[in-house]
Nanobody
């Protein structure tokens, strides 16, 4: 069983920044694909960023240039750095992991999910 635990959400003003972290104890996170998706009330789930086992990254158009996903090897965590936040970024952000080395931005690609952390931009 893979456990994913997010942290770092909160409230921020538009234009500000937040950093989300995802801990995955026992998961070989540096080998497989991991990503972040978000879901806002009334909207579909959206995978916004992913990083493969080879650390190739992919981003949804809605966040490209503003968000950065990377693996912090020293802390064994997945990080999502979010800059230039907008009100439309308000959502529950969830860490996800796959049994595949490569990544695609499709929720169905991921087998494991965290509980999520709320991000509110006003």
């Amino acid at each position: 069983h893979v456990q994913l635990v997010e942290s770092g959400g909160g409230s921020v003003q538009a234009g500000g920044s937040l950093r989300l972290s995802c801990a995955a104890p026992g998961y070989t996170y540096d080998t497989y694909c991991m990503g972040w998706f978000r879901q806002a009330p009334g909207k579909e789930r959206e995978v916004i960023a992913a990083i493969s086992g080879g650390e190739r990254t992919k981003y949804a158009a809605s966040v490209k240039g503003r968000f950065t996903v990377y693996k912090d090897n020293a802390k064994n965590t997945l990080v999502l750095q979010m800059n230039s936040l907008k009100s439309e970024d308000t959502a529950m952000y969830v860490c996800a992991a796959s049994d595949s080395v490569t990544c695609i931005l499709d929720p169905g690609w991921y087998e494991y999910w965290g509980q999520g952390t709320q991000v509110t931009v006003s």
